[in-house]
């Protein structure tokens, strides 16, 4: 029923929780949309931390909204329908430490903006987002970065290596699947 009274959200308290995950997908076209209605109940939730949107029908103009949520720390989104276009106005939330956007079809655009909204992002997940060499370049300015997952991109090339190498801590990043020969 959440999904289709999601103004039942208004009732709880604005630090009331500090995690959800939204499961959603339109079983009928009814419900298209359902996932970015759902999503604009949570923004008066200035205690959450994590999102987890992984396999909900979200997109960008929906998590676009949660832009009030200051104090998030995580979001996955693996596998949804975002593009990357929200990041730009996400760029508020600069408690951001983990972004996966592994599986969805992020514009290089948007992968460019990463670095400006999130300077301080520690753990980044782009696997099979159809990142190439051009694309990566710019999370070399990704300072705090530990953790990177790129898999799954045929895309990378032994040209991408001294966009990886910039990032100092980083000691394993994740280029499996990719045409990275020199692993």
Do not use: W
Request: net charge negative.
């Amino acid at each position: 029923r959440f999904f289709i009274e999601p103004s039942a959200l208004s009732n709880i308290p604005p630090d009331g929780i500090d995690c959800i995950r939204l499961k959603f997908y339109a079983m009928t076209d009814s419900e298209d949309g359902g996932g970015d209605k759902a999503l604009a109940y949570l923004t008066h939730l200035t205690g959450l931390k994590y999102i987890d949107l992984d396999r909900a029908e979200v997109t960008d103009k929906g998590v676009s909204a949660l832009k009030s949520l200051k104090n998030i720390e995580q979001i996955p989104a693996f596998g949804t329908m975002i593009t990357g276009t929200c990041v730009k106005d996400l760029a508020t939330m600069s408690k951001l430490k983990v972004l996966n956007l592994q599986n969805n079809h992020i514009l290089p655009e948007s992968v460019k903006q990463i670095p400006v909204s999130f300077p301080a992002l520690q753990v980044l997940n782009l696997g099979h987002t159809l990142l190439t060499d051009k694309t990566l370049a710019p999370i070399a300015r990704l300072s705090q970065l530990e953790q990177l997952e790129i898999s799954s991109n045929p895309g990378i090339t032994d040209q991408a290596i001294p966009h990886i190498v910039a990032l100092k801590k980083i000691r394993h990043p994740d280029i499996e699947s990719t045409a990275i020969t020199s692993q």
